[in-house]
C-alpha cells in the first residue's frame, strides 16, 4: 500500500520509537480487530470511530513517526485509502459546565478535516468528524461517531506528546465550527 506521510513533531516520534506499547489482549481474529480501527495492526491509534449513518470508519493513525489519515469500510479486506495529515493540530475544547475535549487538525489539498472528541457530565458525550472544503462559504459537513466506536490512544505517553502539539488557530479562537 502506498501512503502519504507527515512527519510528526520530533518529540513524538523518537517517544513511538523508544517507548514500548501497552500490552493489550490480543484480538480473537484479523476481523474483530479492523472493526476497531483502520491502522495497521502495528500502528498507534490516535482516534478511530463509525460514523453515522453509513459506519464508514475514520481513523488518525501514527507509524515510524510519520501521521496517516484514513478513511473507508472496516468490513472490506481491500486496504482503504490514505492521506497525510499535513500540519496537524491538536487543540483543547472547552465549554460551559464542566464540559470539554480536544480536536485533532489538518488540511489536505485544501480540504480541511477536523476529528473531534466532547465530554462532560452526567454521561454527555460525543466525537465526530468535520470537513470544511475548499469553498470556505459553503457549510462545513459533520459527521458524528456511532455509539460505542470511538477509541483513541491508550497510552498515556503518547497522549502526553499530542497534548502538547501546535494548536489550530481558528479552533482556539472561534471553536468547533457550526456542526449541522
Not at 502526553?160 to 457550526?178: C, K, M, N, Y
Amino acid at each position: 500500500m502506498r501512503r502519504s506521510y507527515l512527519p510528526l513533531p520530533a518529540a513524538l516520534a523518537l517517544l513511538l520509537v523508544a517507548c514500548s506499547v501497552t500490552p493489550q489482549a490480543a484480538p480473537a481474529s484479523t476481523e474483530a480487530a479492523k472493526t476497531d480501527t483502520l491502522c495497521a495492526a502495528d500502528d498507534k491509534q490516535l482516534f478511530s470511530c463509525a460514523l453515522a449513518p453509513d459506519a464508514r470508519a475514520v481513523s488518525l493513525c501514527a507509524e515510524d513517526g510519520q501521521a496517516y489519515f484514513a478513511e473507508g469500510s472496516t468490513t472490506s479486506s481491500a486496504t482503504p485509502p490514505s492521506i497525510a495529515a499535513n500540519g496537524i493540530t491538536r487543540t483543547t475544547l472547552g465549554f460551559a459546565g464542566n464540559t470539554g475535549g480536544y480536536a485533532y487538525a489538518f488540511e489536505d489539498r485544501g480540504t480541511k478535516r477536523i476529528l473531534y472528541a466532547i465530554s462532560g457530565t452526567e454521561g454527555m458525550e460525543e466525537q465526530g468528524l468535520i470537513v470544511i472544503g475548499a469553498d470556505a462559504s459553503a457549510p462545513a459537513k459533520s459527521h458524528v461517531c456511532l455509539p460505542g466506536t470511538f477509541r483513541e490512544a491508550d497510552d498515556a505517553a503518547v497522549s502526553e506528546v499530542t497534548a502538547r502539539w501546535p494548536e489550530d488557530a481558528s479552533i482556539a479562537r472561534h471553536g468547533l465550527p457550526r456542526r449541522d
